[in-house]
């Protein structure tokens, strides 16, 4: 599996920017994976951003971010995106997707959290936010 996020760019304080993160596999594939985004600020620790489920229904969210930041996917695109409004200067970090299978257990936050989790990462897409 191949991901390919993008979206990335520059945008002032209390702005919005979309994420995509695209797999390269079909729909029947890519629903076997639940799908993380994670950032990545320097000097910092990677740090999960949202989750959501296989079929969609479930999305969870880092504190820092919910209420702010949306997840959803469309899995006959095989494509997941992260709607980021509110956009904090703190917010500014390269973001990953990534799916992990994680052994076909029902989705479960405690889990979803946890980058060892995930089995494939796209490359990366930069997100810079001016004060």
């Known amino acids: 599996v191949q991901l390919q996020a993008s979206g990335g760019g520059m945008v002032q304080a209390g702005g919005s920017l979309r994420l995509s993160c695209a797999a390269s596999?079909?729909?029947?594939?890519?629903?076997?994976?639940?799908i993380g985004w994670f950032r990545q600020a320097p000097g910092k620790e990677r740090e999960v951003v949202a989750a959501v489920s296989r079929g969609g229904a479930s999305t969870d969210y880092a504190p820092s971010v919910k209420g702010r930041f949306t997840i959803a996917r469309e899995n006959a695109k095989s494509t997941v995106y992260l709607q980021m409004n509110s956009l904090k200067p703190d917010d500014a970090a390269e973001y990953y997707c990534?799916?992990?299978?994680?052994?076909?257990?029902?989705?479960?936050?405690?889990?979803?959290?946890?980058?060892?989790?995930?089995?494939?990462w796209g490359q990366g897409t930069l997100v810079t936010v001016s004060s």
């Open positions: 990534a799916a992990g299978r994680f052994s076909g257990r029902y989705y479960d936050w405690n889990l979803a959290q946890l980058a060892s989790g995930y089995d494939y």
């Open positions: 596999v079909p729909t029947i594939v890519f629903t076997r994976y639940i």
